[in-house]
């Protein structure tokens, strides 16, 4: 598998964004060989219920990469694609 550190436009904004409403955020982008952009973590508003998500953060038109499809299909838990701060706001339960 091909190693690639390259960070999404719009990887910075999101990332941020999941801070700003208390969300723990690892940027894991730099990993390569296909592993998500962010490890988050953090308390659910409405639930209290502790959550954990893989994020991969993609532009507006972007695909996965072969790398990334592999990741997606061999990993036993879920993967999110994340374009927009909304929709990463939508994920955590915050829109």
Known sequence: ???AAKKD???N???QALRD?????????????GFPDLVIAGIDRKTGI??????EVKGA????????ELF???WAGDVVIVRTVDEAYR?????
């Open 1 to 3: 598998m091909r190693r």
């Open 9 to 11: 436009t719009n990887h």
């Open 13 to 15: 904004v999101i990332a």
């Open 21 to 33: 409403v208390g969300y723990r955020v690892a940027e894991t982008h730099q990993l390569g060989s």
């Open 50 to 55: 502790r959550q954990r998500w893989l994020i």
């Open 61 to 68: 038109k972007e695909k996965l990469t072969p790398d990334e």
């Open 72 to 74: 997606h299909t061999l």
């Open 91 to 95: 994920l955590v339960g915050v829109l």
